[in-house]
């Protein structure tokens, strides 16, 4: 049985027939498990099994490869070895694994520095300079009738792929990357957070918008370069669309100034609220002169 066949192989257990004929993909199996099967046998302890494995999986049918490394249930293992040898320089396979909303964040972030130093590679070279959407001179330049340079800027970045997107998010200028972080694909946000461009008024930006994600805000308040940054940190604790959880541990970053304002502000949970009314107490207590007793 083909079943009994693929668990031998995934074991290791199938004898070298067997692992001959799945290296050629020749198994009766789906292609995605065919494609699962193969990079299992790249690392078999037959030399001439692995090359055939890999020569099999190079020349494999494009849009099964793409059906499969943009499937949710692809096994990471299938993941982690299209992101290593087969995607490098495939931007269809590329955008495959960044579809997949089951891209382990190691993957994507190894997906991410690869783009990034192409693009740097590229820009240091003129004749392969990749085409990066021009600066904008006003948001607000607009006249009746006429659609404003900010609007054509968003009708460009929403006709990019995934991959492309992602190579702006890291290169582009701070108007792109202004529309990339409310990107619906969470792999091209956190992608702009990635950008060696970005700015700490950026970050401040990101950190108190109501428009961005809540994995844009929790991405910004596990990263410590950014919470360093006491803007930053203000911001997220005062934005209502910030979790509490990320919240609450911030609130020692507050000097008494603004943790008395955040007491005030009806838009945060009321958990929060109540926490910087009993620091700002402990804290009065605390500072109160102790009066010692008469003997």
Do not use: C
């Not at 299992?40 to 099999?56: P, S």
């Amino acid at each position: 049985m083909p079943e009994r066949m693929v668990d031998a192989i995934r074991e290791g257990k199938a004898p070298e027939v067997i692992r001959r004929k799945a290296a050629e993909g020749g198994l009766p199996i789906p292609a995605g498990e065919a494609i699962e099967i193969l990079t299992v046998l790249t690392r078999d302890k037959d030399e001439a099994i692995r090359k055939k494995a890999l020569d099999t999986l190079y020349n494999w049918d494009r849009q099964q490869l793409q059906q499969t490394l943009a499937n949710p249930a692809t096994p990471p293992g299938v993941l982690d070895f299209a992101t290593a040898y087969l995607a490098p320089g495939r931007e269809d396979l590329l955008e495959a694994l960044i579809n997949n909303p089951n891209l382990p964040d190691d993957l994507h972030d190894e997906i991410t520095s690869n783009l990034l130093r192409a693009a740097q590679q590229a820009t240091a070279s003129p004749s392969h300079a990749p085409e990066l959407p021009p600066p904008v001179e006003s948001a607000a330049a607009e006249t009746e009738g006429q659609p404003s340079d900010k609007e054509t800027l968003i009708q460009r970045v929403n006709r990019m792929s995934a991959v492309e997107k992602i190579k702006q998010a890291l290169t582009g200028n701070q108007d792109v990357r202004m529309i990339l972080i409310r990107d619906s694909n969470k792999l091209v946000s956190r992608a702009v957070l990635q950008s060696p461009k970005l700015s700490d008024s950026e970050v401040e930006g990101y950190a108190s918008a109501k428009n961005v994600s809540e994995e844009v805000l929790r991405l910004i308040a596990g990263n410590r370069a950014f919470r360093k940054t006491y803007s930053v940190v203000k911001a997220l604790i005062n934005n209502p669309r910030s979790p509490i959880d990320i919240t609450m541990p911030l609130l020692t970053r507050l000097n008494d100034r603004d943790m008395k304002t955040l007491t005030q502000n009806r838009n945060v949970a009321e958990a929060l609220r109540s926490m910087a009314v009993k620091m700002i107490k402990a804290k009065e207590e605390a500072s109160k002169p102790k009066v010692t007793g008469k003997h």
